[in-house]
């Protein structure tokens, strides 16, 4: 058993030591001006053949009367900026909605107060009609309801 821990921290230390050399050699290339200048080249190299290869494409496209990517990409911007007015739209749509259904709910409630206040003014009417009969001796079950103001100064003055 001890020859397989040897092989394995054997192993292990030679890994290591492959990772380290590797570590510092790629530092060493990826810093090396040569190595900077070759990838912005073959960079510069791959953007110009894919601006030809696209030129080409929209120049065949537009042969054959069909869309390019430029005229996809244009029509779903537009298609972006409708739907964000449409959603805009629809919010202020739920908002007014919202405004209508809390001023109906207002106008309701204040015709219910207008109601009931209208009964109390006819609950206090008739209160001060039964005390007016009875302090002129009619009985409250017959209201004279068509009594005229003159009939009613009349009766005042002969009081």
């Known amino acids: 058993m001890g020859?397989?821990?040897?092989?394995?921290?054997?192993?292990?230390?030679?890994y290591e030591q492959w990772e380290k050399a590797m570590g510092t050699w790629w530092d060493q290339v990826l810093e090396s001006p040569q190595f900077l200048?070759?990838?912005?080249?073959?960079?510069?190299?791959?953007?110009?053949?894919?601006?030809?290869?696209?030129?080409?494409?929209?120049?065949g496209l537009a042969n054959m009367h069909l869309p390019t990517r430029t005229d996809l990409t244009r029509v779903a911007r537009i298609a972006?900026?409708?739907e964000e007015k449409v959603l805009?739209?629809?919010?202020?749509?739920?908002?007014?909605?919202?405004?209508?259904?809390d001023l109906?709910?207002?106008?309701?409630?204040?015709?219910?107060?207008?109601?009931e206040a209208r009964i109390e003014s006819r609950e206090q009417l008739a209160a001060l009609q039964a005390r007016?009969?009875?302090?002129?001796?009619?009985?409250?079950k017959t209201?004279?309801?068509s009594r005229s103001r003159?009939?009613?100064?009349?009766?005042?003055?002969?009081a």
């Open 143 to 145: 209201p004279s309801r």
């Open 104 to 115: 109906q709910k207002e106008v309701v409630q204040a015709r219910i107060e207008a109601a």
């Open 132 to 140: 007016l009969d009875a302090l002129e001796g009619n009985s409250p």
């Open 3 to 14: 020859t397989t821990d040897d092989f394995a921290g054997t192993s292990r230390a030679i």
């Open 80 to 82: 972006t900026l409708l």
């Open 37 to 59: 200048s070759g990838l912005g080249k073959n960079l510069e190299a791959q953007a110009q053949a894919r601006g030809a290869f696209t030129k080409a494409m929209d120049e």
């Open 150 to 158: 003159k009939k009613t100064t009349a009766t005042t003055e002969e």
């Open 88 to 101: 805009a739209v629809e919010d202020l749509l739920l908002q007014m909605g919202d405004t209508m259904a």
